[in-house]
């Protein structure tokens, strides 16, 4: 049975006098991966910020588990198991890796133990005494979702977390999304990186001047490549 764990209607949002998002309308359900697709400031990052609570203005609907959660601060929304992961990570570089780890507040049911986070990420276990600044790219971008593990999130919205990274990273956070899928995970990523994103979404919105205009399946994808050449070319 399919339970709809995210559902936005009619979103409006503003950044200051900036009218960002115009009317975005869709749905995510348990334990899917769905892709935001779209050129940069089409409104992907903004619907992310949205959800959380991080823009100004906002109206319209942002149910989460069937709680209106559109005018709830983001440490609220953040207790209704939602994790979010921004493009520039955020990691504390004057704390280790592991003292980063340790940092997040525990919601709910609590998220994955230490133990667990390093069985997921064997590059953390062997940088857990180094400073955030020490860290690689991939591996600070590894350490900035695994935060969001530890505090028993389970909708995590990933904002380009593929980007700038070498492609045997890239595969690796591929594997992690993967599993993270297999263990019930629900995933909202926004990416830039179409081959990257790809094969791992199971449905696909395509965003331009803050609206959805289009939405797929995975198993439509092939047939949908000339408008996506189009869109995003891709």
């Keep these: ?20 998002l115009h009317g975005v309308d869709l749905t995510v359900n348990e334990g899917e991966v769905v892709c935001l697709l779209g050129r940069n ?16 203005a906002r109206t319209g609907s942002i149910r989460i588990k069937g709680q209106e959660a559109i005018k709830l601060a983001p440490h609220k929304v953040a207790r209704l198991g939602v ?9 504390f570089a004057s704390l280790s890796a592991e003292e ?3 940092l997040p507040p525990v919601i ?13 990420f064997p590059n953390l276990k062997e ?19 695994a935060r969001i593990l530890r505090t028993g999130a389970r909708l995590l919205l990933l904002d380009e977390i593929s980007e700038g990274l070498a492609p045997v990273i890239v595969q690796k956070l591929a594997e992690m999304i993967r599993t993270l899928k297999a263990k019930g ?25 803050g609206k959805i205009v289009q939405q797929f399946a995975q198993g439509e ?3 949908r490549m000339d408008m996506l050449h189009e869109f995003l070319g891709v």
């Design 83 to 91: 994790g979010y992961c921004p493009e520039e990570r955020g990691i």
């Design 1 to 20: 049975m399919v339970h709809e764990l995210l559902r936005i209607d009619g979103l409006n949002a503003w950044y200051g006098e900036s009218h960002i």
């Design 221 to 223: 994808l092939a047939s």
């Design 185 to 209: 995970y629900t995933i909202v990523l926004v990416e830039q990186n179409f081959r990257f994103a790809a094969p791992l979404a199971d449905r696909f919105y395509v965003m331009e001047h």
């Design 127 to 145: 940088r857990a005494a180094s400073p955030g600044t020490r860290l690689s790219g991939g591996e600070q971008q590894m350490l900035a979702v």
């Design 41 to 56: 400031g089409s409104g992907r990052t903004t619907t992310l910020r949205a959800i959380v609570g991080m823009t100004g």
């Design 100 to 102: 980063n780890l340790m």
């Design 108 to 120: 709910g049911a609590g998220g994955m133990s230490v133990a667990e986070v390093y069985d997921m």
